[in-house]
């Protein structure tokens, strides 16, 4: 039909009957769901009390279930995590870490940043009294390291941006005037592409991207305006395009772009786990924390779960009506579940990735005094990927912790091998090629997080492909009897929070439904 | 000698020569200037108490100046200053202004947003206590308006510059195919060209740019994804090139990637005119308030400003060694002053432009919970150029103001030619494209300056051009006898603070070398 519209009418009919139907939603989030009636003392068991788990408990309380939550860890928030100073955490093999930051100071090992477009969590931070600050993902003071490139010497993303921009601009010009686009474009159309390149390559009058004040007010200048006598500017060289074209800035700029990382994104202040935090008091009472799960069935018109209080040793079990099992996939697959068999296949089918994640804490925040990064990424074609800048307490003195190492793939699983100590030199040893000389010389204390070696999950998040959406996400979303799953592997926004909420309300709506037709 | 580097070493000895001599500071700023051993006895006179006229104040009284500081305002700050809820403000021409917003509210009329790069600012700012949080400057969810594309209906920026870049990056891609580059690159360098533009550019296989997951992943989905049953996404449809072209989103993202815009930006917690507050708390009991400078001459080894108070009608003198006089040109030009006939050509030489803000308090911060913007502007072809989205206070509820309107040039002076009431009217008309619906019914309180009508400016800043700054600019920053002019007029960065402190600390660095020397 749109498309009809388009031929008849043009753009302009176009674009208004778009509106009228509500084009382009930002989410799925359609607002809380406003479930009630429950049946007359019906029950529901959550299990897990990470996100999806919690919002779970939180609306089908609301809904008027009786419910109950069984947690493996002592605490709420499950991936949601921030590692304080002070706080200990035992991977895994046994390695135990006890955290040497200052007060105050965190590791995200999970989730760190939160997208404007993740419409359920930013409404449950809200409504929940999370106070939310701005996140900085892209960051043009930042550096962009490529062993292959500039003798290995890191270089701004600003300057590398600038120039591959300005570069790409110029060269669609030539193509431009050796009449390349005649087939497709008419000459004022041409003449209109030309002027948007001149414009947004920061090309001169005779669209080449040159030296001086027009290119560097984006690159930066050789030397920076100022007041008084010397206050004229020089301006600065463009990096040679071959060396720009092997830094991979390009696939940084496309990465920044990127629905999940563009402005504005945002953290809780002091640190991710303030949301696990909130969503725990708002299920106070629920939850029975250091509850291992061993056993799931549903027998009887009920589900049971037996699982050991890891604290006493007793094992113990709980019942109810239905369940929302939230429970990681790679962990769920070593339980014993009374389902059908094309749930367990579903369980079964999906691998978990691997992440490592390591925090520095840093005497003072010497990129922000000395090199004027203010949040933020700095990227490396090393192991540790990236290093990434505390976007809480700019301007602040004392201690501050940099993200040191977000590792990936194979990377991942080597940085996994190693002791939390070997980490923290290794991490060190990579992240220096930014910031030489000061960047060991300022360091306090390290923390990581191995994600497979968390005993909770086993893993970072699902990894879905195309070929198991198809075999199995639909029997894996299924309420299964009175069982129904939900976390962020039951969801199409994998290894986000976001994922795990619109998981979870779904999974909740549908288990009422199927509740009430009981 | 480092294009000889560059040519005998290759980039890499080219990227350590850069390192080693400096290469692209970000700030002529070297940390406050040390001055010490003020010549006994010895005063300096300063003329406004703006940031330039208190920084200068500040370090010359650190280093042993007995200083006095003579503003026209009943406030210290100067063009540094925010409208709050409760302020009375009065223009030219007599329209007064009570400020309606709620308590806390505020309109930043002159500067709003400090780059990362301005290091004397932030220096200052640090040092003085004015806390700082991010200003989101660039914000993907914002809109773009241009009355000659998509019917007149705004449309995302995500969406217009995810397309434009893509277009672009699939003609370049063709004129390679074509041999369009064959002259200038190897084949191997073009498949590195190639690759990089398929990234950036989000381009298919076969190098285009089309409608599918990997492009909306940047410009958005047509159903995003989701949790459970319903979570696949769906993909969106790319818009016509050549209605992107007709929006100009080039423009804005050319605007958005200038040095003065990048992240990251900052401003103060609770309005910009914290800052002159805080700079005003370092020279308590310095600053005359309420004086009307009238004549300044430097007779008898001495300056002898006479001014009126404004507030009894007296006509008083002041007197000092020296003078620092940051009073800006249009007013300065107004006044007998003894100076050099070149110095008095330079003040007439430099006209100021002119700005006219607006801003529009409404009940609810509606854009943020209904259309998920959070900070940023908003661009359009029409005469308000701009509406901007407060960066403070997200997600907060009650009232947020908006800038509705930041005018140049011609409309600038249409917008002064109106009351108070009219411009509000003719703002919130306007602004309307973006927000239908919502804007006028969520509107409370408006308030506006003109800065043509400014009392104590007659303008916004100095406008040099090229034949000026070579005919005058030395001359005007020049020590003339015993006074010496600061202030962003004095400086290369028009405009903005940080041109107004650089102006003012090499001001008194060369004033107090002649004091030495005298």
Redesign the interface.
């Known amino acids: 039909m749109l498309r009809t519209i388009g031929m008849i009418g043009?753009?302009?009919?176009?674009?208004?009957a778009m509106?009228v139907l509500g084009?382009?939603?930002?989410?799925?989030f359609a607002g809380p769901p406003k479930l009630s009636g429950a049946p007359a003392g019906a029950s529901v068991l959550v299990l897990g009390a990470g996100l999806a788990g919690m919002l779970a408990a939180f609306e089908l309380r609301k809904a008027g279930y009786k419910v109950q939550i069984l947690e493996y860890n002592n605490r709420p928030g499950g991936r949601n995590w921030s590692l304080y100073g002070g706080d200990t955490y035992t991977e895994l093999g046994g390695e135990t870490q006890k955290v040497g930051f200052a007060p105050g100071n965190y590791l995200n090992p999970g989730p760190w940043r939160i997208p404007?477009?993740h419409?359920t969590l930013?409404h449950y931070?809200?409504a929940f009294g999370v106070a939310?600050?701005?996140f900085?993902q892209?960051?043009?003071?930042a550096l962009v390291h490529n062993s292959k490139a500039?003798?290995?010497?890191p270089m701004?993303y600003?300057?590398l941006?600038?120039d591959?921009?300005g570069n790409?601009?110029e060269?669609?010009g030539?193509?431009i005037d050796?009449r390349?686009?005649d087939s497709q474009f008419s000459a004022e159309?041409q003449d209109?592409?030309k002027e948007?390149?001149r414009?947004?390559g920061?090309l001169d009058k005779d669209m080449r991207y040159v030296k001086g004040n027009r290119s560097?007010?984006?690159?930066?200048?050789?030397?920076?305006?100022?007041?008084?006598?010397?206050?004229?500017?020089i301006p600065?060289d463009p990096l040679?395009f071959?060396?720009v074209?092997?830094s991979g800035v390009?696939?940084v700029?496309?990465q920044h772009?990127?629905?999940?990382h563009?402005?504005?994104m945002?953290q809780p202040v002091g640190g991710m786990g303030m949301i696990g935090k909130a969503f725990g008091k708002q299920v106070e009472g629920l939850v029975t924390f250091n509850a291992k799960v061993t056993k799931i069935s549903q027998a009887g018109g009920a589900v049971t779960a037996t699982y050991t209080d890891t604290a006493t040793g007793a094992v113990k079990e709980a019942k109810a009506d239905y369940c929302v099992c939230t429970i990681p996939l790679g962990i769920l697959s070593q339980i014993e579940l009374d389902a059908s068999g094309g749930m367990l296949a579903a369980i079964a089918a999906v691998p978990y990735s691997n992440s490592v994640k390591v925090g520095l804490e840093m005497k003072t925040r010497f990129w922000e005094e000395e090199n004027?990064?203010?949040?933020?990424i700095s990227f490396t074609d090393r192991p540790i990927s990236m290093i990434s800048y505390p976007?809480g307490g700019?301007?602040s003195d004392g201690p501050g912790v940099i993200l040191g190492a977000y590792t990936f793939g194979a990377a991942s699983y080597k940085f996994a091998g190693m002791s939390p100590d070997e980490r923290v030199r290794t991490v060190l040893e990579m992240g220096s090629v930014f910031h030489p000389g000061r960047y060991k010389e300022q360091f306090t204390a390290g923390a990581s997080v191995a994600w497979s070696r968390v005993p909770y999950t086993l893993g970072c998040c699902a990894q879905w492909n195309e070929e198991t959406?198809e075999e199995h996400?639909?029997t894996l979303?299924?309420v299964d009897d009175r069982i129904v799953l939900?976390g962020e592997h039951?969801?199409?926004?994998g290894c986000w929070m976001e994922?795990?909420?619109?998981?979870?309300?779904?999974?909740v709506t549908?288990l009422h439904k199927r509740a009430l037709e009981a």
Chains 1, 2 share one sequence.
């Open positions: 043009g753009s302009l009919a176009l674009y208004q509106e084009h382009a939603k930002e989410t799925q404007y477009h419409r930013l931070c809200k939310l600050e701005p900085i892209l960051n043009h003071q500039f003798g290995g010497k701004p600003r300057d941006s600038a591959f921009e790409v601009a060269l669609l030539k193509a050796n390349g686009l159309d209109k592409l948007a390149l414009t947004w920061l560097s007010r984006r690159r930066g200048f050789e030397r920076p305006s100022g007041g008084g006598v010397d206050g004229s500017p600065s040679p071959k060396d074209l092997d390009w696939a700029i496309s772009m990127s629905i999940d563009q402005t504005t945002f004027a990064i203010y949040g933020g976007s700019m301007h959406r996400y639909q979303v299924a939900a039951a969801s199409y926004i994922g795990a909420l619109l998981s979870s309300l779904d999974a549908r």
